[in-house]
């Protein structure tokens, strides 16, 4: 079965930074683009990052663009996303989705949460 | 970054019509390769959100045949031959050819 589990979400204050894991299983990982998408509470779905199967592209948000990095480890499964300078506005469920070709995500994990409050 | 407009952000249907939500796109999704790289996602209550429609019209698998989208490089539709009572959520259409990639608002269906 293909599965994604999310990691690493708590509560962080403002500025704090945290490190959120998805352990990806049930197909050759190292194979596919991987995302992070995220939905703020009272919000719309908003696509925040992306890696290229290789490790070798990455793209973001402007939102987050210069203060999150996703990264991969196709040897342990495992797609990463580190956040720096959190802001209140980055208050969300984040979901790590396995990516196809472009925009095509199809397989999505639980969520994990992420609360940026003083 | 590509702008993605949804309408109506709130649809009610009485289960067995049909209905339809619209998207469009500030820029062209049409690619040089004759893909429209448009997506339509549902997310149900309580759930993780899933992929119905890729490529503006293709089926994504496991998805019911009464779902169906359409449309040209910057106008969209998603349609529904039959509304079911399983098909409540919000619906999203996403953009997947210019980065950042972006979403509509949602539209929110319900059952009557």
């Known amino acids: 079965e293909v599965q994604l589990v999310e990691s690493g979400g708590v509560v962080v204050q403002p500025g704090g930074s945290l490190r959120l894991s998805c352990a990806a299983s049930?197909?050759?990982?190292?194979?596919?683009?991987m995302h992070w998408v995220r939905h703020a509470p009272g919000k719309g779905l908003e696509w925040v990052s992306l890696i290229s199967w290789d490790d070798k592209s990455a793209y973001y948000a402007d939102s987050v663009k210069g203060r999150f990095n996703i990264s991969r480890d196709n040897s342990k499964n495992s797609l990463y996303l580190e956040m720096k300078s959190l802001r209140i506005e980055d208050t969300a469920l984040y979901y790590c989705v396995k990516g196809d070709r472009a925009g095509l995500m199809d397989v999505w994990g639980q969520g994990t949460t992420v609360t940026v409050s003083s | 970054d590509v702008v993605m407009t949804q309408t109506p952000l709130s649809l009610s249907v009485t289960p067995g019509q049909p209905a339809s939500i619209s998207c469009k796109s500030s820029?062209?999704?049409?690619?040089?390769?004759?893909?429209?790289?448009l997506y339509w996602y549902l997310q149900k209550p309580g759930q993780s959100p899933q992929l119905l429609i890729y490529e503006l019209s293709s089926r994504f698998s496991g998805v019911p045949d009464r779902f169906s989208g359409s449309g040209s490089a910057t106008d969209f539709t998603l349609k529904f031959s039959r509304v079911e009572a399983e098909d409540v959520g919000v619906y999203y259409c996403m953009q997947g050819i210019h980065l950042p990639y972006t979403f509509g608002q949602g539209t929110n269906l319900e059952i009557k």
């Open positions: 820029q062209s999704l049409l690619h040089s390769d004759g893909k429209t790289y």
């Open positions: 049930g197909f050759t990982f190292g194979d596919y683009s």
